[in-house]
Nanobody, 117 residues
Framework: QVQLVDSGGVLVQPGWSLRLSCTAS????????MGWHRQAPGKQRELVAN???????NYADSVKGRFTISRDNARNTMYLEMNSLKPEDTAVYYC???????????WGQGTQVTVSS
């Protein structure tokens, strides 16, 4: 199991940028898949973006062109760079990791992002 600590969520205004971080308890170089999900009040948790061990990325349509996911294997850290934030991006953001194809998903504790004027 990988222990994940996500951070960086704060209150920002629409149009602002924010970077979330997810630090793992062990080396992430060989982790099959890492990503971010989010859950807004009254809604189901949804995929935001993920990144494979080879660097291939995948984004939800709602964040394409605004969010960028990346991973720094030397720092055991994954990032989510969020630009042009909208009120509808308000949610608790959870990082996650899947060690290999057959393993279950490990989750961070979540970090709150609020976009409001």
């Amino acid at each position: 199991q990988v222990q994940l600590v996500d951070s960086g969520g704060v209150l920002v205004q629409p149009g602002w940028s924010l970077r979330l971080s997810c630090t793992a308890s062990s080396n992430i170089t060989s982790i099959f898949l890492m990503g971010w999900h989010r859950q807004a009040p009254g809604k189901q948790r949804e995929l935001v973006a993920n990144i494979g061990s080879g660097g291939k990325t995948n984004y939800a349509d709602s964040v394409k062109g605004r969010f960028t996911i990346s991973r720094d294997n030397a720092r055991n850290t994954m990032y989510l760079e969020m630009n042009s934030l909208k009120p509808e991006d308000t949610a608790v953001y959870y990082c996650n990791a899947k060690r290999n194809f057959w393993s279950s998903m490990d989750w961070g504790q979540g970090t709150q992002v609020t976009v409001s004027s």
